[in-house]
């Protein structure tokens, strides 16, 4: 069964770009049609999609943060990665990294345990 | 972008009643892309159902899907102590893919 653990810096200061990595066990993250995402949740507050990458590398963003947000493949080391730059204190969120398979139609279906990230100098 | 609304906000329920929570979106969703996670205090969501009445692996049949276009339902038959969680909707029919606010179901 697949397992995705993220991991990163717990502070993040303002202005600064914020990264993270996930690394994926039981599977080679380019075996199969998956995309690899990443979700944000703030603290007490609903879920927000950010984006994916194909095992071919292409790539998706939502609109509100395409201009900061970058998601890399690292396949030798069975990983994927989110930078999101220019932070601000809107930024801090649990961050979650997840699988996307196909049954008509990409959904997620398994999920990191999320890391929380906190913006502030 | 698609906006999905969740109701209620909070659904106060005991053990052993009938859950009906309701996701509607601001425009139809293609191919009843629709799904629903559980998540519970502290941890990750969890995978319900897909393609708005398909129960992911593992999931008990006291919980049902249905619906299309823009209106749908997540029903619990019965429910257990375990489920009592925050449930939210999700659309993935077209990008960005977009979540409902949440409703939180919780024990009365």
């Known amino acids: 069964q697949v397992q995705l653990q993220e991991s990163g810096p717990g502070l993040v200061k303002p202005s600064q770009t914020l990264p993270l990595t996930c690394t994926v066990s039981?599977?080679?993250?380019?075996?199969?049609?998956?995309?690899w995402s990443w979700i944000r949740q703030p603290a007490g507050k609903g879920l927000e999609w950010i984006g994916r990458?194909?095992?071919?590398?292409?790539?998706n963003y939502n609109p509100s943060l395409k201009s900061r947000v970058t998601i890399s493949l690292d396949t030798s080391k069975n990983q994927f990665s989110l930078q999101l730059s220019s932070v601000t204190a809107a930024d801090t969120a649990v961050y979650y990294c997840?699988?996307?398979?196909?049954?008509?139609?990409?959904?997620?279906?398994?999920w990191g345990q999320g890391t929380l990230v906190t913006v502030s100098s | 972008e698609i906006v999905l609304t969740q109701s209620p906000g909070t659904l106060s329920l005991s053990p052993g009643e009938r859950a009906t929570l309701s996701c509607r979106a601001s425009?139809?969703?293609?191919?009843?892309?629709l799904a629903w996670y559980q998540q519970k205090p502290g941890q990750a969501p969890r995978l319900l159902m897909y393609?708005?009445?398909n129960r992911a692996t593992g999931i008990p049949d006291r919980f049902s899907g249905s619906g299309s276009g823009t209106d749908f339902t997540l029903t619990i038959s019965r429910l257990e102590p375990e489920d009592f969680a925050v449930y939210y909707c999700?659309?993935?029919?077209?990008?960005?893919?977009?979540f409902g606010q949440g409703t939180n179901l919780e024990i009365k």
């Open positions: 393609g708005a009445s």
């Open positions: 999700q659309q993935y029919g077209s990008s960005p893919r977009t």
């Open positions: 425009q139809s969703v293609s191919s009843s892309y």
């Open positions: 997840a699988r996307e398979t196909y049954s008509s139609g990409w959904f997620l279906d398994y």
């Open positions: 990458i194909y095992t071919s590398g292409s790539t």
């Open positions: 039981g599977g080679s993250i380019t075996s199969g049609s998956y995309y």
